[in-house]
């Protein structure tokens, strides 16, 4: 029988092996102990073979963990797979031993040229063949245990004696036991890519041993162990590995985060609390102590109140239920009852901050600048240190003043990386001004970006000349009139004048050939919010006017037809194209070409108010932007409303008609407010209508009248119930509100003036009262 690592050495014609779980602590201290202890002549560790050349940087001074091998396929960059390392993990502890100890360290497993040509392009990591069991789950089920994470915590992670830590090496031999009585019983346990995996173990521990000896440690899973001593030939094993498929593969270095580690990755070894593990592995005495305190300072941050008494009494209370529930130690799920009893008052919600900023943690490791990388990365690096653009794991979020260059550039870099699909940042709603001179950014980095920007170097390899070239293949390849206007909007938000004129190329091409007014309608609204960023940025936009001036003058023609006898669905996305569209002309009055639009498109929008062929949600829309604009009176505004809420239209159609008047653009709720004409016909409409007719107009009146402000729901609801003013009365017979007059009251209006003049810095004419 071939003997199994047990001792301080290594026994006598075998090696070390050492059976570890990845991302285990316990296992890491233990690793760490063992090897200290054999001092081994090599030590060769899970991990593709292609890696060794990158060895050498675990030990330089820029090398943070958690970190991550990536490979991918030289040809097809989105094929790529990740092996991640934290501080915690055996395999790190052992290169980083080896690579203090000027020891030889050495990756065995199957390399990357195999096991990304078997890659799901779904995810970015090897096949495994199936789920296959879980080795921890069926010990811990054996051992009476329903949680394995709990199961494993008693065994290894807490394992100790007399407040002193066990025996190191003693954990190997009884795990590399179990792991021969689970693989005698379930073979490959449903993983049939191991068998291929361990013969390539087998083979690079045979030429290790010629090298070095038998004085080599094996770091690996343990579930590996059994194979590993298992009696084989070497052609046995080469014939596993005989015609496997194989691509050309890169593999670098990158940043990792704790995030990341509570997912599947590259060893298919996701863990739940990384934050947790990380600090049993850092903390060098009292563990639960140095916890208690770190929560409460999470939740000092958060302004609750935690004083040292609640802190003690939590370390006391997790040392309390850890003894009830027959633990060995402190666990995190003691910890976790703990400081939910005493700190957080039995809430989950300040419980839930704790497990995201500590339990899991937003930990972002580092590589040296030395590290391999694709040309674009190395660009994108450059940038981001120049523009103080740090990469971090924690969402946050950055407001830009395009006035000022730094920013300007920051916008540029941030928008060309999304054209390329390296979505590092996101656009947020602003805080503050709403002026095309400011922008608001959501950034979050994942490591998986690595992977976009490697897929995205194919087009290049600096940011501005791979965002160009990008682009102009989209334009090309763009199937609609929408896509090239979008791609012209984001091509001047990114400043790429050179791919600018492909993009108005196609964009005219489009433009000329297409004659459905949808895709037109659809296609101006980005093309007209283009034209607004010409003066800010510094980007000639008079190309771009002519097009959208032309595109505006044939939605005027094409629309009101377009508008007639809509079904419900077809009238909701009509509606939405007239609000764009509406939008479009407002920012293109000023553009070369434009004179008259205005004009031309509020007789569209008289005709669409009139027809009764249109859709009510779209005559009620068209009847709402006129008045807003100024050109039609309260009173038509009045009269068209009573129509349509006439006692000959079908409820239905009247609710919808609602819904477009006062729905969706802001202030619908405070024209109703302001305007008791208006509140009093719809009270009057709604109020006559049958009890069957409501129940079906109801959904549609929620929906329109929810979205209005908690205050103004309840100013309406107010002003309806004290109902009209029994004394007042309009012109024909209008009940008229309480509260409210007919026409402006001057003199009330012009009290405020002075005020207005001193907060906007304002003289007042001369001569004049106010």
């Not at 969402?395 to 941030?414: M, N, P, V």
């Not at 998986?448 to 965002?467: D, K, Q, S």
């Not at 107010?718 to 001057?746: C, K, M, N, S, W």
Request: aromatic letters at 4%; charged letters at 25%; hydrophobic letters at 45%.
């Amino acid at each position: 029988m071939t003997p199994r690592a047990g001792g301080a050495t290594a026994p006598a014609g075998g090696p070390l092996l050492l059976g570890v779980r990845h991302h285990g602590p316990g296992s890491a201290r233990a690793v760490l102990a063992a090897l200290e202890s054999a001092r081994p002549s090599a030590v060769l560790v899970e991990g593709p073979p292609e890696g060794d050349a990158l060895l050498p940087l675990a030990g330089h001074r820029r090398m943070r963990p958690p970190v991550a091998l990536l490979a991918h396929a030289v040809d097809d960059p989105g094929r790529a797979a990740f092996w991640p390392l934290a501080d915690f993990s055996p395999e790190w502890v052992a290169i980083r031993w080896a690579s203090t100890h000027a020891v030889p360290v050495r990756f065995i497993d199957l390399p990357a040229a195999h096991s990304l040509a078997l890659v799901d392009e779904r995810e970015t990591r090897p096949a495994e063949g199936g789920p296959g069991i879980d080795p921890i789950g069926v010990l811990a089920e054996a051992a009476g245990y329903d949680d394995p994470e709990r199961w494993w915590e008693d065994v290894v992670e807490h394992r100790a004696a007399d407040g002193r830590p066990a025996d190191p090496l003693a954990p190997f031999d009884a795990l590399a036991e179990a792991m021969t009585a689970l693989r005698e019983a379930y073979d490959d346990g449903g993983h049939p890519l191991d068998a291929v995996r361990e013969a390539c173990m087998r083979l690079q521990l045979r030429a290790a041993r010629k090298e070095f000896g038998d004085g080599v440690a094996v770091v690996c899973g343990a579930w590996h162990v059994p194979a590993l001593t298992a009696r084989t030939t070497v052609a046995a094993d080469r014939a596993l590995l005989k015609g496997m498929p194989k691509v050309k593969a890169e593999l670098t270095w990158v940043p990792w985060t704790h995030r990341r580690l509570a997912r599947h990755s590259g060893y298919g070894a996701g863990i739940e609390s990384p934050g947790w593990y990380g600090h049993l592995f850092g903390a060098p005495d009292r563990p639960v102590e140095r916890w208690m305190t770190k929560v409460a300072g999470v939740l000092r941050d958060m302004d609750r109140a935690v004083s040292s008494a609640d802190v003690i009494e939590a370390v006391r209370l997790a040392g309390t239920l850890a003894a009830l529930r027959g633990r060995p130690a402190v666990g995190l799920a003691e910890a976790t009852d703990a400081v939910r009893s005493v700190m957080c008052d039995g809430s989950e919600v300040p419980l839930a901050l704790v497990r995201d900023r500590l339990v899991i943690g937003e930990v972002l490791g580092e590589v040296p600048d030395t590290a391999p990388a694709v040309p674009l990365q190395r660009d994108l690096d450059r940038q981001q240190r120049t523009l103080r653009l740090r990469p971090e794991a924690e969402r946050r979020e950055l407001e830009l003043d395009l006035r000022k260059d730094t920013d300007a550039a920051r916008s540029r870099l941030l928008h060309r990386l999304r054209l390329l699909g390296v979505d590092w940042g996101e656009r947020a709603a602003g805080r503050g001004s709403t002026g095309t001179f400011r922008e608001s950014w959501r950034l979050h980095w994942e490591p998986e970006l690595f992977v976009r920007i490697a897929e995205a170097g194919v087009w290049g390899t600096t940011v501005l000349g791979a965002a160009t070239a990008r682009t102009e293949s989209d334009a090309v390849s763009a199937q609609s009139l929408a896509e090239v206007t979008a791609l012209a909007e984001r091509c001047l938000l990114a400043g790429l004048p050179d791919a600018l004129s492909v993009v108005m190329s196609a964009l005219a091409d489009r433009a000329a050939l297409d004659a459905d007014v949808g895709h037109l309608a659809d296609a101006l609204p980005a093309l007209a919010r283009s034209l607004r960023y010409g003066d800010v940025r510094s980007t000639g936009t008079a190309a771009l006017g002519e097009v959208a001036v032309g595109l505006a003058e044939r939605v005027c023609v094409g629309l009101p037809p377009a508008c007639t006898g809509l079904d419900e669905a077809a009238a909701e996305e009509a509606y939405r194209r007239v609000d764009g569209v509406h939008g479009a002309i407002g920012l293109l009055a000023e553009a070369a070409g434009a004179d008259g639009l205005p004009e031309r498109w509020a007789g569209v929008l008289r005709k669409l108010s009139g027809r009764d062929a249109v859709a009510g949600v779209i005559r009620g829309r068209a009847t709402r932007l006129l008045l807003d604009d100024g050109r039609l009176a309260g009173s038509e505004a009045a009269r068209l409303m009573g129509l349509a809420l006439s006692r000959g239209t079908a409820p239905a159609e009247a609710a919808a008609w609602i819904e477009g008047f006062v729905g969706g653009a802001a202030g619908g709720g405070l024209l109703l407010v302001h305007d008791d004409r208006l509140l009093g016909l719809v009270d009057t409409w709604l109020t006559g209508i049958s009890a069957d007719a409501f129940t079906e107009v109801l959904p549609l009146l929620r929906r329109t009248f929810s979205a209005y402000e908690p205050g103004v729901r309840r100013t309406l609801g107010e002003l309806v119930r004290r109902g009209p003013d029994p004394g007042g009365e309009r012109a024909g017979g209008t009940p008229v509100t309480p509260g409210f007059g007919e026409g402006l009251d001057e003199e009330r209006a012009d009290a405020v003036v002075p005020v207005l003049r001193l907060l906007l810095g304002v003289d007042a004419p001369t001569g004049a009262d106010g």
